[in-house]
Each structure stands twice: as structure tokens, then as C-alpha cells.
Nanobody, 123 residues
Framework: VQLQASGGGLVQAGDSLRLSCASSGGTFSNYVMGWFRQAPGTKREFVGAISRNGITTDYAESVKGRFTISRDNAKNTVYLRMNSLKPEDTASYYC?????????????????WGQGTLVTVSS
């Protein structure tokens, strides 16, 4: 399974951005998909996750109400819509796939990872 994240960039505080993560080499609809982020000098942290059918989602408290995860199983792609961005959202964002179990917040429970896409939010 290969995951390719894209859509990062430099934005101003209050702006919006949509990240995409395209999957190949597996059956995308079989995976729980998650988004994580990591700022320099910090641990990778959970951002949000979405169930296989897209019905169940979970978010970190820090992004609830601002970020939305969605997926298109026909396009093998998961999205992270980020609104009202803040400087503290600056990080590399990673998508990940979990092959068994449900929506989960711990990075160690995800089996496949994409490369990061950098989001920089200026104040």
C-alpha cells in the first residue's frame, strides 16, 4: 500500500487548506484512514480519522470544529479540510492507513504511512 499526501503550503492565519492523500496498491475501502501531524521537535500527534465507510470520524480536541476529514472510496483518496488555520497548526501532515480495527487515535496502530506534506501558517 502506498500513500501519497499533497496539498500543503504556506498560508496566513485564518485561511483554509485542503490536504489530499491518494492510496494505491491495496483496497482503499478496507482501511481506516487517519491524519497525523508533527512539528519540529515534537512528537507525532493525532489529528483525525475516518472509518472505512466514511460514517464515523474522530478528531483531536485542538482541531474539532475547524478540520473535517472525508473520503472518496471510488477515488481511493482521503481528504483533510482545514479551516480557520492557526500558527500552531504548522507541521508536516501525514496520512496513514489502518488495516484492522476501527477508528483509532494512536499512531502505532496504523500500518501504512505516506510522506508528510508541510503546512505552514503565518501569523
Amino acid at each position: 500500500v502506498q500513500l501519497q499526501a499533497s496539498g500543503g503550503g504556506l498560508v496566513q492565519a485564518g485561511d483554509s487548506l485542503r490536504l489530499s492523500c491518494a492510496s494505491s496498491g491495496g483496497t482503499f475501502s478496507n482501511y481506516v484512514m487517519g491524519w497525523f501531524r508533527q512539528a519540529p521537535g515534537t512528537k507525532r500527534e493525532f489529528v483525525g480519522a475516518i472509518s472505512r465507510n466514511g460514517i464515523t470520524t474522530d478528531y483531536a480536541e485542538s482541531v474539532k470544529g475547524r478540520f473535517t476529514i472525508s473520503r472518496d472510496n471510488a477515488k481511493n483518496t482521503v481528504y483533510l479540510r482545514m479551516n480557520s488555520l492557526k500558527p500552531e497548526d504548522t507541521a508536516s501532515y501525514y496520512c496513514a492507513a489502518r488495516t484492522s480495527g476501527g477508528v483509532y487515535t494512536y499512531a502505532t496502530r496504523y500500518d501504512y504511512w505516506g510522506q508528510g506534506t508541510l503546512v505552514t501558517v503565518s501569523s
